[in-house]
């Protein structure tokens, strides 16, 4: 059906983005899908303690992982947009960056382990677990098919290797096998993803072989990026920092804890990932109008959190009410998680919004702020963490992470030059703009 020809809409590029970030969420929730029923399995396989184990380890070595991409996926799709003729040197040189420091990141979380070990984990499983960041350097493959708004690729990787990864997991469970094999099997995972980056980039005469090293673009991705490495070990202390805190400040019964937590946490943050495909594809287009209109580089902005709050209110909603039916899936001692995820769901409006205004500050330039506001966020959980926690439990956890996550994305407010966004995010957030478009119509 032909679109009605509108000043300045552009019907070729509106299907081409719309298909990218169809194709881009289909392999997002079909990896969901599959992720969801394995770990749904694994947990009721490995029961709270040692669920809570695993959980524990992954989020201890998140917290490095993070280190490990520098910040330099949204960068290299910028500078891809900018410079597609220079695709060669721009992702050979961010995955030697990303190759180092994720190299890097191995002796630092065993300093890391001397300093504060986790009680009750092995570091057997954290050293397995500390190569996570090396085997993530190849994600400068998603960066690029981003950028050439060519998703589908991306979705053939992640189905294909969420099926693989789900027969394993299966398998080890159907054989009764150890802890230590579902910590293998994590780290695998990262792996088969990075593989299948790589098989998919070397077809059509795209070689990995091809690229090169440039030190001044280091210098150059670097020197924009650094905000962005505080911010992603920010984002992971406020994000992650919460399972780590209810297992050491509960003591013995922290592990178990920790582990039926790790539940709610993972239903609630399920579809995190859609603001992330979302605006991982339509970037590009926000960068076209803020070169073209700025006019229409607004209303871009406006649509853009409209649609975050009407999609994550909605699925808030429906995990508050249905989280006691949700919970029928997992073994009875899951269930006291229900209330939890009825609370931590809610986080999920402010996470939203808080990616699609990420990529409004890196658009301007301000990518300084965005570790100013995670770090703002991070604090603010710590210390309601260490507030709640022992009074409430994970009750107090899930309260603090919602509380954290606001604050986080809501700190534009108080800078002036930034203000702006923070209001047009309080606009959507209220459904302001929605009544507007009512009564408009």
Same mark, same amino acid.
């Given at each position: 059906?032909?679109?009605? &020809? ?45 669920? %809570? ?16 991409? /520098? ?8 500078? /891809?947009? *900018? @410079?597609?003729? @220079? ?55 998603? &960066? ?11 979705? *053939?990787? *992640? ?52 690229? %090169? ?57 399920? /579809? ?21 209109? &700025? ?11 409209? /649609? ?28 006291? &998680? ?36 995670? %770090? ?16 409430? %439990? ?48």
């Amino acid at each position: 059906m032909k679109l009605p &020809a509108i000043k300045g809409f552009n019907e070729e590029a509106f299907n081409k983005y719309l298909k990218n970030t169809g194709l881009l969420m289909l392999g997002r929730v079909g990896s969901l899908a599959i992720k969801m029923f394995v770990s749904i399995k694994v947990a009721n396989y490995l029961l709270g303690y040692n669920n %809570g184990i695993l959980t524990s380890a992954i989020t201890y070595v998140y917290l490095f992982a993070s280190i490990a991409g /520098l910040g330099l996926d949204q960068f290299i799709v910028k500078e /891809l947009h *900018q @410079n597609p003729s @220079n695709r060669d040197k721009i992702l050979g040189t961010a995955f030697l960056l990303k190759v180092m420091a994720g190299l890097a990141c191995i002796p630092a979380i065993f300093m890391a382990w001397q300093l504060y070990p986790l009680a009750d984990i092995s570091y057997r499983i954290i050293f397995i677990l500390s190569f996570t960041g090396l085997f993530q350097s190849l994600t400068v493959v998603d &960066a690029y098919f981003q950028s050439e708004v060519k998703s589908k690729y991306i979705m *053939q990787v *992640q189905i294909i290797g969420n099926l693989i990864s789900a027969v394993i997991k299966i398998t080890l469970i159907f054989t009764s096998s150890p802890l230590i094999y579902f910590v293998f099997s994590y780290i695998f995972d990262i792996l088969l993803l990075s593989i299948g980056y790589f098989a998919v980039y070397q077809r059509k005469g795209r070689s990995i072989f091809n690229w %090169g090293f440039d030190g001044k673009l280091a210098k150059k991705l670097l020197h924009y990026s650094w905000p962005l490495i505080i911010s992603g070990i920010m984002v992971s202390v406020y994000m992650k920092i919460d399972l780590l805190m209810l297992k050491e400040i509960l003591g013995e019964k922290g592990t178990a804890e920790a582990g039926v937590y790790a539940t709610a946490v993972s239903f609630s943050e399920a /579809l995190n990932f859609v603001p992330v495909a979302i605006v991982s594809s339509l970037f590009p287009a926000i960068l076209n109008a803020r070169r073209d209109d &700025a006019e229409r580089y607004k209303k871009r902005l406006q649509n853009l959190y409209d /649609l975050m709050v009407w999609m994550s209110l909605a699925f808030a909603i429906f995990v508050t009410f249905a989280s006691p039916i949700i919970y029928k899936l997992f073994k009875p001692e899951f269930a006291t &998680a229900a209330p939890a995820l009825s609370i931590h769901v809610w986080g999920s409006i402010f996470v939203f919004l808080g990616v699609a205004s990420g990529q409004y500050l890196i658009a301007e330039g301000y990518s300084k702020l965005t570790f100013i506001r995670t %770090g703002v966020g991070a604090l603010i959980n710590i210390i309601l963490n260490l507030l709640l926690i022992p009074k409430m %439990g994970m009750i107090g956890t899930a309260i603090a992470t919602v509380i954290a996550y606001f604050s986080a994305a809501f700190m534009v407010l108080l800078i002036p030059k930034t203000r702006p966004q923070g209001i047009m995010m309080l606009k959507s957030l209220f459904l302001i703009t929605a009544f507007q478009k009512i009564i408009k119509r």
